[in-house]
């Protein structure tokens, strides 16, 4: 069972916006302290670094392809991170992960080997 769970995902349209979810899975795991990082894989592809948070919420990071268009946030008081995705295109399509690092510190991490804990990812398409 993974320990994280993402929900949020689904069918819109070009220029449209949708918001996702990041939760652990059950009580016995928590994010709490844990930087949090989205990862996306379209068909056919690798999976691409979408965003990053740390715990404090003080610093995130986002690749060129979704810099100003994508945003991220937690409430701590939940333990729920969010990726906020506004004026999405045709190739924002993918199936997106949400992962937990072991710890939080600089800037957030960029890496898919800097995070221990996944979720099975939920499915975002973009098309008319």
């Known amino acids: 069972q993974a320990e994280l769970v993402e929900s949020g995902g689904g069918l819109v349209q070009p220029g449209g916006s949708l918001r996702l979810s990041c939760a652990a899975s059950?009580?016995?795991?928590?994010?709490?302290?844990?930087?949090i990082g989205w990862f996306r894989q379209a068909p056919g592809k690798g999976r691409e670094f979408v965003a990053t948070?740390?715990?404090?919420?003080?610093?995130?990071l986002f690749p060129d392809s979704v810099k100003g268009r994508f945003t991220i946030s937690r409430d701590t008081g939940k333990n729920i991170v969010y990726l906020h995705m506004n004026s999405l295109k045709p190739e924002d399509t993918a199936v997106y992960f949400c992962a937990a690092a072991d710890t939080s510190a600089g800037f957030g991490y960029l890496e898919e080997k800097q995070y221990t804990y996944w979720g099975q990812g939920t499915q975002v398409t973009v098309s008319s």
């Open positions: 948070i740390t715990w404090s919420g003080a610093s995130a």
């Open positions: 059950s009580w016995t795991f928590s994010i709490s302290g844990r930087a």
